[in-house]
């Protein structure tokens, strides 16, 4: 008999507020690190080449640029596959370490800007443009969207469907490859978001200090 529980369903009163308070952390978090690395990285002329040419024969498909802005709405999804708010609070702890540890990264490893890609054209010309205004410049290695991605599938799958791993996992890998097509990234800052993201899902779920110091504190847990 198969025992996996509903991969999507409404959430408890009690998952919406823990997801509400972890998102407004997280996005604090992120502010700061990504705009303050790449803030600091501009203060100097200090570059690490990442282009490889296979990052130059790369092609450019900037419709894919939708499929990048995804992992926004994927994020969203956090309190209606995950049920508990412990399981929230440790989302946000593995969210919040590799945000810091991707900032290292950025100040470890301050990187060329992202070759320059053709004019685009069309409907999806502002969507590129927003997506360009988000993504500022230097912050490269690690890739923090396929990162983020990663856990995202990580966490989801857990406990589900084979066809809900399955959706999420491609999806993951849709996002790393549409940072490569839309010319966002090198294939570098891929590999090594995926190389930190792995010991974070590996290691993290056992940890109970987030949830401890934090959920628990201020949500009021019984």
Known sequence: MNRTEPWIA??????????????????VLWGVVYGGTCWITSLHNY??????????????????????????????????????????ATFAAALAVLIVCSGCGFLLIPSEEVRSTPVVDGWVAPVFRFADEVNLSFNNLPCLHVGMAVLCAYFYSQGKSTRARAIVWLWAIAIGISTLVTHQHYIADVVASVGLAAPICRYLPSWQWFGTLVGDRHLGAR
């Open 10 to 27: 409404w959430p408890s009163r009690e998952c919406w507020i823990a997801f509400a308070y972890y998102y407004v952390l997280i996005a």
């Open 47 to 88: 570059r690490i080449p990442l282009q490889v040419d296979a990052d130059l024969a790369m092609p450019f498909v900037p419709q894919a640029i939708v499929v990048y802005l995804s992992l926004f709405p994927m994020t969203w999804l956090a309190p209606f596959v995950l049920r508990t708010r412990q399981q929230l």
